[in-house]
């Protein structure tokens, strides 16, 4: 089985690499998959592995998620330092309507510029710019007032 992934490598590493945005972890994330698979006794396609991979890659950044402090999302609330403990209650609804993935790239994007955040976390640059609007158009969506 391993042999058989091992003859198509240079394919995996594209994909891995279409997947992360980053060449280190696509070579890391190739690795796991060799591993992951190895213990698979049947025959595998592209698709599989691409999933496989994609759900490699996805585990690892739930892993390494950060925890989330109310503060941290002042500057989306626009919050002057009167920050009343509702005031932190309703910023805790807020955020937790985004995905969390959409909330780390706020916070990771508000303090650095894209190219920055995808060195530190290895995501291409135009991923986090896309969760970024992302997760700030459903929060301008839900709770700026139309005038």
Not at 15 to 42: F, R, T
Request: aromatic share 10%; hydrophobic share 35%.
């Amino acid at each position: 089985m391993l042999n058989q992934l091992v003859k198509r490598d240079a394919e995996w590493r594209k994909l891995a690499l279409q997947i992360c945005g980053c060449p280190h972890n696509a070579d890391d994330l190739v690795q796991e998959m060799y591993l992951k698979l190895s213990e698979y006794d049947k025959e595998v396609n592209t698709a599989y592995v691409y999933f496989a991979m994609r759900h490699l890659y996805l585990a690892k950044l739930k892993k390494s998620k950060k925890e989330i402090l109310v503060d941290d999302f002042r500057h989306i609330a626009k919050l002057d330092d009167n920050f009343t403990t509702q005031d932190r209650y309703d910023l805790l609804e807020m955020v937790s309507d985004l995905h969390w993935f959409e909330r780390e790239v706020l916070l990771i994007t508000h303090e650095k510029s894209l190219r920055q955040a995808q060195e530190e976390t290895g995501i291409h640059y135009t991923k986090l710019n896309y969760h970024k609007h992302k997760g700030l158009n459903k929060l301008k969506k839900k709770y700026v007032k139309k005038k």
